[in-house]
């Protein structure tokens, strides 16, 4: 029996489409566990719900993020620097 092309398996191309099915599959469980806890919050609006699913993919920033850390790029570089 002779192989063709189509009896070939591209295992990485496979590997991809897996990665990209399991990271779809994670956002659609993350959005859902959002609005599930933005209805049982009682949102004041449409627009705080859609902004929480919009945003639930975000980690909120830890102390050592935010204090005192190195700017690596200034948002005014004209400026003077408050050292």
């Known amino acids: 029996m002779a192989t063709s092309e189509r009896d070939v398996i591209?295992?990485?191309a496979l590997k991809?489409?897996?990665?990209?099915a399991v990271a779809s599959e994670q956002r659609?469980?993350?959005?859902?566990?959002?609005?599930?806890r933005a209805v049982s919050q009682?949102?004041?609006?449409?627009?705080?719900?859609?902004?929480?699913?919009?945003?639930?993919?975000?980690?909120?920033?830890?102390?050592k993020d935010k204090d005192r850390a190195?700017?690596?790029?200034?948002w005014n570089p004209v400026a003077p620097s408050n050292k």
Request: glycine share 2%.
């Open 10 to 12: 591209d295992f990485s």
């Open 16 to 20: 991809r489409e897996l990665q990209a």
């Open 28 to 36: 659609f469980q993350q959005e859902n566990e959002t609005k599930l």
């Open 42 to 63: 009682g949102v004041a609006s449409y627009r705080e719900f859609r902004d929480l699913v919009l945003t639930c993919h975000l980690k909120p920033l830890e102390k």
């Open 70 to 74: 190195p700017r690596k790029q200034p």
